[in-house]
């Protein structure tokens, strides 16, 4: 099985979801309470993004309670509205939403096909 798919179902486990395989048509990857879900993995990311997350983990250390949030603003030039990209760590993420979060009850249906 390809990497990406394992890491793909590992993601849908940990949100009490589901992966949906690929069907050559456009839908989430996962299903999950309230997300839908886009997975990508990748075996690098650039240097200058991790060492953001580390700076935000400082950043959180000095200032308790407050969120290690990374913020990516993209911006293609005049004309272009500025994309916001908000990025936490999984257990960062985990640790925030549980406190502030309660998915409500829904029900996904199991899709356990490999293609």
Same mark, same amino acid.
């Given at each position: ?22 069907? #050559?048509?456009?839908?989430?990857? =996962?299903? *999950? ?5 886009? %997975?990508?993995? +990748? ?21 308790? #309670?407050?969120?290690?949030?990374? =913020?990516? *603003? ?5 004309? %272009?509205?500025? +994309? ?32």
């Amino acid at each position: 099985m390809a990497s990406w798919k394992a890491s793909e179902r590992a993601t849908a486990k940990r949100r009490g979801g589901v992966r949906h395989p690929s069907q #050559g048509t456009a839908h989430k990857d =996962i299903s *999950a309470p309230q997300m839908a879900i886009e %997975h990508k993995k +990748r075996e690098s990311i650039p240097q200058w993004f991790l060492k953001a997350f580390d700076q935000a983990k400082v950043n959180a250390v000095m200032y308790p #309670g407050e969120m290690p949030l990374v =913020i990516i *603003a993209y911006h293609q030039g005049a004309g %272009h509205r500025i +994309r916001r990209f908000y990025c936490l760590e999984e257990d960062q993420w985990e640790a925030w939403m549980g406190e502030h979060f309660t998915p409500t009850d829904v029900s996904i249906a199991t899709n356990e096909e490999d293609e």
